[in-house]
């Protein structure tokens, strides 16, 4: 079964529009991590947050900001004001414990096209 | 800029060469990472170094061999590919398996093309 589902395979917006990148995941745990990642075309994973499972505190970073709700297993990340360099692909990570430690896995990614 | 640095960026290889893909990071992180990701796929777990040890092997080829030389470096050694290996491999570094330290850290990543 899928532990991390980002439904939305690609997204295209204005520039200054605002965008929400969804995230459902699936764990069994109780103490667990969520992350965010952004791949621009270079290829490298860039990280962008972390939460754990514990703290349901949303959070706001300049024009990111991410809402965490444990009662439908989500964890959106939108995008105020969108701008062309927010162009890349977004992937939403799951690391829960498992055999010799906590294992990351990512879901497929949204890819997100930002237009001038 | 990233600190975990990997080299080379790009390599193209033959079915019978042997090369390596090398990665080091200088955040004194005690696990290492190789990721291989295809395009418009996401990561994948191959192999988790923790403490110079290998911790994680996701059933990958022998035909891809790790190396964890100390805990600032790690090789990948590739011997015997296929061309459907071609893809990006990603090193990366956290600094332990532990939940509180379980941040990943990753590389640019190498290009890799197997003709």
């Known amino acids: ?116 | 800029d990233t600190e975990v640095t990997q080299t080379p960026k790009h390599l193209v290889m033959g079915m019978t060469n042997k090369k390596s893909l090398k990665c080091e990071q200088h955040m004194g992180h005690r696990a290492m990472y190789w990721y291989k990701q295809k395009a418009k796929k996401p990561p994948e777990l191959m192999f988790v170094y923790s403490y110079e040890k290998l911790s994680i092997n996701e059933s990958v080829p022998s035909r891809f061999s790790p190396e964890c030389p100390n805990s600032s470096l790690l090789n990948l050694h590739l011997h015997a590919l296929q061309p459907e290996d071609s893809a990006l491999y990603l090193c990366a570094s956290s600094q332990d398996l532990r939940g509180t330290g379980n941040t990943i850290y990753f590389g640019e990543g190498s290009w890799l093309t197997v003709v």
């Open chain 1, 1 to 116: 079964a899928q532990k991390v589902t980002q439904a939305q395979t690609e997204i295209s917006v204005v520039e200054k529009e605002d965008v929400t990148l969804d995230c459902v995941y699936e764990t069994r745990d109780t103490t667990y991590y969520l992350f965010w990642y952004k791949q621009p075309p270079s290829g490298e994973l860039v990280f962008l947050i972390r939460r754990n499972s514990f703290d349901e505190q949303n959070e706001i970073s300049g024009r990111y900001s991410w809402n965490f709700q444990k009662s439908t297993s989500s964890f959106n990340f939108t995008i105020t004001a969108s701008q062309v360099v927010d162009s890349a692909v977004y992937f939403c990570a799951l690391s829960e414990n498992d055999t010799g430690g906590f294992k990351t896995i990512f879901g497929a990614g949204t890819r997100l096209f930002v237009k001038a």
